[in-house]
């Protein structure tokens, strides 16, 4: 099995619907990136914080970890899914 969860940055990356939320002390923009895997196509939403130090989280439609099925790799993605999530409240 290949898991063909990562963004090829050699084929080009299209972003869309980004927003910018001005926040006291930050910025945040968020939208969504599309582009391509060595094999296929991804898409997914970002979430760019300009605090502390500039950060940037992806949530793929792809991800590695949902691919694998055991116990660790599903406390992990929930993990992942609710920083995304927590990060997220900055888009408002």
């Known amino acids: 099995m290949v898991c063909d969860s990562e963004f090829n940055i050699d084929k080009g990356l299209r972003f869309s619907e980004e927003k910018v939320y001005r926040h006291d002390g930050f910025n945040a923009v968020c939208g969504k990136v599309s582009g391509y895997t060595d094999v296929g196509k991804i898409s997914g939403e970002y979430i760019f914080t300009d605090k502390q130090a500039d950060n940037v989280i992806i949530k793929a439609s792809k991800s590695e970890l949902a691919m694998v099925n055991n116990e660790t790799s599903?406390?992990?993605?929930?993990?992942?899914d609710d920083l995304f999530n927590l990060e997220m409240k900055n888009c408002k």
């Open 74 to 80: 599903r406390k992990l993605q929930k993990l992942y």
